[in-house]
């Protein structure tokens, strides 16, 4: 017979929107998990991009203050609601982007997810690991193929490579047998991105980005840009692609407005696709309905990857107890490193 109960765990909240300085670590009560559910002990958690603007309101979703933060964790099965058929407890667990930040949110001792935000964890992986690779490969899984149609022989424009979704999709650019031209906006990564896989580093604030790009090329352009910067550099992007080719945008780090390059797409026929990774996996919270079989196709894709090798986790930095919290966003904020920042329990 299952505990009715709750139990108590130290959970961060914000009570008011800002940057690290606003998170607040506080003891309560999180509840038995309800059908369907799935109650996780945590033992490591990495961070995203979205984790900073969420505590900053300029998220997908609004927080409900005082809210809970945190997308990407993993840890063991710590109970399990009724009607859960892949999880028991005890099993070792790693959050998948599929669920609301605003209704479920994990960075705390003991968090509850819908069974279906959960994967089995590779069995090759650590802990630290084991918290640092779904939300990357799972975005890249539908931007790269599913919208860029990614094939061998090709050539892929990564921007923003140094972010943690741009380094694995380094990777899977080159497991699937293409060549990459990343961007950094300075030559100081050039040495980590070659490491990553990278063909060809451009350091866009050095180098002219569209001559390097058709240099490389042989003038064609790439097949695919992969963007996640978007902004004033727009019309360069566009210019670096081929005749046919696809500008997939999943970002937005430069968010000033500027004209849209209609041009320069229309000319070359090149195909813009903007999408969020929810558009694939679902999102009540926006009304996007859920889709198993999208869930399971990037699910097998990122597993086999991961357990091969073929997808390799690149760790900026591991901070100690759940308290290294702030001091790891302050670090993703800064930008200077190469990598998941993650916290250890
Ligand atoms: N659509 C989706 O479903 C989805 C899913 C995941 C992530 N995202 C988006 O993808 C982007 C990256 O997220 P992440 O968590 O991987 O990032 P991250 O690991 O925090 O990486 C940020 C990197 O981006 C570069 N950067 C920062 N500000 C920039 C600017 N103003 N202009 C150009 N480059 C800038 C920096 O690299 P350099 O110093 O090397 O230039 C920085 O190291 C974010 O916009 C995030 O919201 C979208």
């Known amino acids: 017979m299952a505990p009715a109960g709750g139990k108590q765990a130290r959970v961060y909240r914000f009570n008011e929107y800002g940057g690290p300085e606003k998170l607040q670590l506080k003891e309560e ?6 059908a369907g559910h799935v109650r996780v002990r945590v033992e490591a958690m990495s961070l995203n991009n979205a984790d900073s603007l969420f505590l900053a309101n300029q998220y997908l979703e609004p927080p409900a203050l005082p809210s809970k933060i945190g997308y990407e964790i993993a840890g063991t099965v710590d109970a399990i609601g009724e009607g859960v058929k892949q999880f028991s407890v005890g099993d070792r667990v790693s959050a998948i982007p ?10 705390a001792e003991l968090t509850v997810l819908p069974e279906r935000a959960l994967m089995h964890t590779p069995r090759n992986l650590d802990k630290i690991q084991a918290a640092s690779f779904t939300f990357a490969y799972f975005t890249n899984y539908y931007g790269l193929f599913d919208l860029g149609q990614l094939k ?11 972010s943690t979704t741009g380094l694995a999709a380094i990777s899977m650019v080159r497991a699937a047998g293409s060549t990459v031209i990343a961007t950094s906006r300075s030559s100081a ?16 604030a050095e180098e002219d980005l ?15 840009a992969y963007d996640c910067i978007a902004g004033p550099m727009s019309e360069a992007i566009v210019n670096c692609v081929r005749q046919f080719g696809h500008w997939v ?7 000033s407005p500027v004209p849209f390059p209609v041009l320069q797409l229309m000319v070359k026929t090149v195909k813009l696709d903007t999408f969020m990774v929810f558009d694939f996996t679902g999102h009540p919270g926006l009304n996007i309905p859920a889709n198993d079989q999208a869930l ?3 699910m097998e894709y990122v597993s086999r990857g991961i357990e091969s090798g073929a997808l390799p986790i690149v760790v900026d930095k591991v901070f100690e107890g759940l308290e290294g919290l702030p001091d790891a966003l302050r670090r993703q904020q ?6 998941k920042i993650v916290v250890e329990l």
């Not at 990564?189 to 866009?204: P, Q, S, W």
């Not at 569209?210 to 695919?224: F, L, N, S, W, Y």
């Open 334 to 339: 800064k930008g200077t490193g190469t990598g």
């Open 249 to 255: 945008v999943y970002g937005a780090m430069d968010s």
């Open 189 to 204: 990564k050039a040495d980590a991105l070659k490491k990553a896989g990278a063909n060809y580093v451009i350091a866009t």
């Open 296 to 298: 399971a196709r990037a």
């Open 98 to 107: 599929a669920f609301s930040v605003a209704e479920y949110a994990n960075f």
């Open 210 to 224: 569209v001559e390097r790009v058709h240099a490389i090329t042989g003038g064609k352009g790439v097949d695919i």
């Open 152 to 162: 061998p022989f090709q050539t892929v424009l990564i921007t923003a490579a140094s």
């Open 29 to 34: 009560e999180v509840p038995y998990p309800s």
